[in-house]
């Protein structure tokens, strides 16, 4: 029996259980290169996961897409996305081995994965990285990805995830219906007062926090997510703590929950 066979049969067992903790796939899941519809849609059809992270990037034509890093050189041919077109990166064959399975894709548009999310279920956690007018210093094209969710009916539904303070205060104030969740690692120490007073939610790395941090957060009305977790044990502690939504690349729910 397949890898894949055996996963489909994990989520089947997966969709009749009741579970606390929230699933997601990061960057979509490893079957398939990440970030692209393949990925996003074995998260839905293989794991069963509630949602799917993605990263978004805008091009130089205005197109808003879904890539990591600032360059598809990790990939294959390298391709500064501010500097490419859309239809240059989708020329491009996006190649990535894991699990020891080479997969082959292409570049995802936010408008597809959006149109998983919708036709699987899964909620969007659409993480912002620093883009031509996505920024610290500057959110003039935050406002037409804000409508691509809109128009998907996903606005009360998705999350703007990002480590740019800046830019989640400025979703908060001109798209107060948007939830919003601050990536960090060790900064919330410091931050706690910032993320009630904005009312952000953390998303805190895995080894970053413990029982009495979801528990300060807690008392301030924020609930603790984490990433990345592909450990069944660190998954399970991070339970135990209190932490209710948990990012990862190959978690089986079924034994997590």
């Known amino acids: ?31 398939g290169v990440e970030n692209t519809v393949e990925a996003f849609r074995n998260a839905h059809e293989v794991f069963g996961y509630d949602g799917i992270e993605c990263d978004v990037r805008v091009t130089a034509d205005g197109e808003y897409v879904i890539c990591h890093d600032e360059h598809t050189g990790r990939l294959g ?17 996006l190649t990535q081995t894991r699990l020891g399975i080479t997969y082959t894709g292409s570049i995802c548009t936010v408008a597809e994965y959006l149109d998983i999310c919708v036709a699987t279920g899964m909620f969007p956690i659409i993480e912002l990285k620093w883009t031509t007018g996505i920024n610290n ?4 094209n935050f406002d037409g990805l ?8 996903l ?24 939830r919003c969740r601050w990536l960090c690692r060790k900064s919330w120490a410091e931050n706690i007062d910032w993320c009630q007073q904005w009312n952000i939610a953390p998303s805190i790395m895995w080894g970053d926090y413990d029982a009495d941090t979801v528990a300060r957060f807690a008392s301030i009305g924020q609930s603790v997510a984490t990433w990345t977790v592909d450990n069944a044990e660190s998954a399970v502690e991070a339970i135990r703590m209190g932490v209710t939504v948990i990012t990862t690349n190959r978690l089986s729910p079924v034994v997590v929950r």
Do not use: F, Y
Not at 12 to 27: D, E, F, I, P
Not at 146 to 153: K, P, Q
Not at 157 to 175: D, F
């Open 1 to 31: 029996m397949t890898n894949r066979v055996i996963l489909s049969a994990v989520a089947v067992v997966m969709s009749a259980m009741a579970g606390a903790v929230t699933l997601v796939g990061h960057r979509g899941c490893m079957l």
């Open 155 to 178: 606005t009360d539904k998705a999350i703007i995830l990002t480590s740019m303070r800046n830019s989640l205060e400025w979703v908060r104030t001109h798209h107060p219906r948007l």
């Open 77 to 93: 041919d390298s391709l500064v996305i501010a500097e490419s077109t859309l239809a240059q990166l989708r020329a491009l064959t």
């Open 137 to 140: 210093n500057d959110m003039t």
């Open 146 to 153: 804000a409508t691509l969710i809109e128009r998907h009916g």
